[in-house]
């Protein structure tokens, strides 16, 4: 294994996005990542999105670089299983509703048992405190809603909208990782001892919300649906070329602002002294979006992109996924890895996500996709705790493993 994570192991007992994400987080950097699944089912993340065969990409992506062992959980001989696992683990992610994990003889007081150095790291909808904590929340898009970036998601003429991307999981994945390299640095310079990490993943959407409930004390301000723009940040937005495409423009700093006029034959609007700073742009957010959008409308995308690059404006197209998979910048920067993947019966060579952030000296790496499942469970339940080959047959005919 490579990377700064090296010599790192990580449980995982989670499903679906969050604790997945996290551990795939992990696991691109060198730790080794034991995603513990039902056996004979399997993470249900292996069904989604799947439109032919009997493996989604969606897995393949989540599940890189994880070994995959098959543990019934609810038995004891599982529960055995997994606490031997637990005490030659450094981090155990898991995302099941509050109390699960207690009513399997693994909640955090059984764990620290096992391994007191072991850091805990438990995603759950409304964390494990306050009133909501046992309603069922390990849906990403309830937290989205509860932390309030749904609501001001989408067209003010329409209902509340989402991102189309499991953000609420994934933000909260980033904190699950960050909380349990943050526990674990505490501890190896002799900090105060962190053993649990709780993550509710409507806090995590609620910290991206910026300014949302200030603005609301401050001002009286509820802050509504505003389509492709930011209320009070202008110029900036999505806007229309000539072909049929889009283009996302960013002119709201001051210094910008001034480039973006002159570079769409606005000079005028550049030297208004009422359009000199953000709050005054803000308030005519309208007017200088119509202008930018009188501009780019006759032009194609490549021409937009090359005047407001010449002028130094922040500005990119709207790419889909062929866009993205044709673009030399994404190539350029190994954000597009390429397996050999068995879709529907064959082989074929499929682009997936690079490796995130780029670490030079000690770069993460892709070095294998999502795997079957069980995959792993005699290599590392042999190789790891020792189990013997008669055992592991037993604990097949059991019904334990797969």
């Known amino acids: 294994m490579t990377g700064p994570l090296d010599g790192i192991r990580v449980l995982e007992l989670g ?34 999105r799947l439109l032919a065969g009997t493996t989604s990409m969606l897995w393949r992506t989540i599940g890189r670089n994880k070994r995959s062992v098959t543990i019934d959980l609810h038995t004891d001989a599982g529960r055995m299983l997994a606490l031997d696992l637990v005490r030659r683990s450094d981090v155990v992610l898991e995302n099941f509703r509050p109390g699960t994990l207690e009513r399997w003889g693994l909640g955090p007081a059984e764990l620290a048992a096992a391994n007191p150095e072991m850091v805990l790291v438990r995603i759950s909808g409304y964390g494990q405190t306050g009133p909501y904590a046992g309603r069922a929340g390990f849906f990403g898009g309830v937290a989205e809603a509860f932390g309030g970036l749904r609501y001001v998601t989408g067209d003010p003429a329409s209902p509340p909208s989402r991102a189309a991307t499991s953000i609420g999981d994934e933000v909260a994945g980033l904190y699950a990782v960050i909380g349990a390299l943050m526990s674990m640095l505490s501890r190896a310079r002799g900090g105060p001892d962190a053993p649990v990490v709780d993550v509710a993943l409507y806090e995590a959407v609620f910290s991206l919300m910026e300014s949302l409930v200030p603005d609301y004390d401050a001002y009286g301000v509820v802050r509504e649906r505003t389509g492709g723009s930011l209320p009070g940040v202008a110029p900036s937005g999505v806007y229309p070329c000539r072909d049929g495409q889009w283009v996302v423009i960013g002119g709201n700093a001051n210094a910008v602002f001034g480039r973006l006029m002159h570079a769409i034959d606005r000079p005028d609007l550049a030297a208004d002294p009422d359009l000199a700073d953000g709050r005054g742009r803000g308030l005519r957010s309208d007017e200088l979006n119509t202008a930018i959008v009188g501009w780019t409308a006759g032009r194609s995308v490549s021409e937009v992109l090359a005047v407001l690059e010449k002028a130094g404006v922040p500005a990119g197209p709207v790419h889909d996924a062929s866009a993205i998979a044709d673009d030399p910048h994404y190539r350029a920067r190994d954000m597009l890895v390429t397996r050999q993947v068995e879709v529907d019966g064959s082989p074929q060579p499929v682009r997936f996500p690079g490796i995130v952030p780029k670490v030079p000296g000690a770069p993460g790496e892709v070095r294998w996709l999502g795997p079957e499942l069980g995959e792993h469970t005699d290599e590392v339940l042999a190789g790891l705790l020792g189990v013997s080959a008669e055992r592991l047959a037993s604990l097949r005919t059991e019904g334990v493993i797969s």
């Open 15 to 48: 499903n679906f996005i969050a604790a997945p994400f996290a551990g795939r987080i992990f696991a691109d950097f060198g730790a080794d990542v034991i995603k513990v699944e039902r056996p004979g089912q399997g993470d249900e993340l292996r069904g989604w």
